[in-house]
């Protein structure tokens, strides 16, 4: 009875995606599939949440496991604190990434990797589910199956893509899920958990943005 | 009087002179680029400038436009434009208006030669020799957010020595072309203007130096009638 529903899921999965990335909508639309609560907590001044990380690189057998918290602050950007297997945070703000880990401090602008600038965009526009701003870089899907929707975003131009192939993003009452397939055919897959809608940032968490 | 006679005579010499240079020296006058010339005929490898010559031939055929307008579509429709006009003008092979993402990674050749192209900053980093500082910043790579932002694999560089000096070099690039941060990988944006590289590929290396020297003789009304919505 398991292996029957386990080989029915597996089915369903590659049609699921390909049904996804049928036909592009438009931003209007694509916002109209998504959940109450999750377009709600998308307008608050932040959004912070715990996330758990796996990356499935084509060079190593096994993904690379990481779980955290994160914070996302309109118009400031995304701390996204590693806690295991290593504690680090990593801050995307502007068109630069900060990495911080034991007092040390290390800043990569948009001079060094410009690629960042991009990625600092597209995660400011995933978390307020921007789509009219994601929708000028990327083609956007979108589906909703009872109360699960999904998301799909194909870079428009190919400059984009040796970036970054597709991602999708997975939810129902709260966004749960993002899966981002980069430039080289690797797969990330973060799911997200107790995401909370602030209005207020607290100060500390102020304080960590430069 | 005979000095006077004197010097008229070296005048005339030397305009004779100057002009047998002019008339005669200058046209066959080039730029050779290629260092092993330089070598002692000896010591010199057919091999070698063989496939120098190809390579430098394969380069100088090439040529770059970068359109930029203030806005991203502006740039993008009016690099479309020239796209479309370099392809009626029949005078290259081909024209690359979106060249496909495989194009816009670094090359087999770049790839190999990664490792000896370091900029100097890191290498005065990895001069110095801080080991357990290195491993620390390639361990946080691997698990950044923002890994695919990167160039080369992180299990490749994770260091990204290759994609700092491959910034460096279009740094270098971008401050010669109006200060506009130009990427080949994602198109980057500077004093609020967009810019579109696009790669032609001209039949011969004659003909592209010639039209290079037109473009760059006309280039204003050139670009002008290929892309009006970009001026």
């Not at chain 1, 801050?91 to 960042?116: F, K, V, Y």
């Not at chain 2, 006009?85 to 060249?99: G, K, T």
């Not at chain 2, 801080?130 to 950044?144: F, I, M, V």
């Amino acid at each position: 009875m398991r292996a029957g529903l386990l080989m029915a899921l597996l089915l369903a999965m590659p049609t699921a995606r390909a049904e996804l990335f049928t036909a592009p909508l438009r931003a209007a639309d694509v916002e109209a599939l998504v959940s109450a609560e999750t377009r709600a907590s998308a307008q608050g001044a932040a959004l912070t949440g715990d996330f758990v990380q796996k990356k499935f690189l084509a060079e190593l057998p096994q993904p690379l496991r990481s779980s955290g918290d994160f914070v996302y602050a309109r118009d400031r950007g995304v701390i996204w604190r590693v806690r295991q297997p290593l504690s680090a945070e990593y801050i995307l703000a502007g068109n630069a990434l900060i990495t911080r880990e034991g007092g040390i401090e290390q800043r990569l602008g948009a001079d060094a990797q410009p690629g960042l600038a991009a990625v600092s965009r597209l995660f400011a526009a995933l978390f307020a589910l921007d789509l009219e701003s994601l929708e000028r870089d990327f083609l956007l899907y979108g589906e909703r199956r009872g109360n699960h929707w999904s998301i799909g975003l194909r870079p428009r131009h190919t400059a984009l893509a040796s970036a970054l192939i597709e991602a999708r993003l997975d939810g129902s009452r709260q966004l749960e899920q993002v899966v981002i397939i980069d430039g080289r055919g690797d797969r990330t897959e973060v799911e997200l958990e107790h995401l909370q809608s602030v209005k207020v940032l607290p100060a500390d968490a102020l304080a960590r943005f430069p | 009087m005979r000095q006077v006679a004197r010097f008229r005579l070296w005048l005339v010499a030397m305009l004779l002179l100057l002009t047998f240079f002019g008339l005669h020296t200058v046209p066959s006058l080039k730029v050779d680029s290629n260092l092993l010339a330089m070598l002692p005929v000896q010591q010199r490898d057919p091999g070698a400038e063989r496939a120098s010559r190809r390579v430098s031939d394969g380069f100088a055929r090439r040529l770059l436009f970068l359109v930029g307008a203030e806005e991203y579509p502006l740039a993008r429709t009016a690099a479309a434009e020239l796209a479309t006009n370099l392809r009626a003008s029949s005078a290259f092979d081909s024209v690359q208006f979106e060249p496909d993402a495989a194009a816009l990674r670094p090359s087999d050749a770049e790839h190999a030669a990664r490792f000896g192209l370091i900029a100097a900053p890191d290498r005065a980093r990895l001069a110095a020799g801080a080991a357990e500082a290195l491993r620390d910043e390639a361990l946080r790579a691997l698990y950044s957010p923002a890994g695919f932002a990167r160039l080369t694999a992180v299990v490749d560089d994770p260091l990204g020595l290759f994609d700092h000096q491959l910034a460096r070099h279009c740094q270098h690039l971008a401050a010669r072309l109006s200060k506009a941060a130009f990427w080949p990988s994602v198109m980057g944006a500077r004093s609020g203007c967009w810019y579109w590289p696009r790669l032609a590929t001209a039949r011969s290396r004659k003909r592209s130096r010639n039209l290079w020297r037109r473009l760059c003789g006309r280039r204003a009304s050139l670009l002008r009638r290929a892309a009006p919505k970009c001026w």
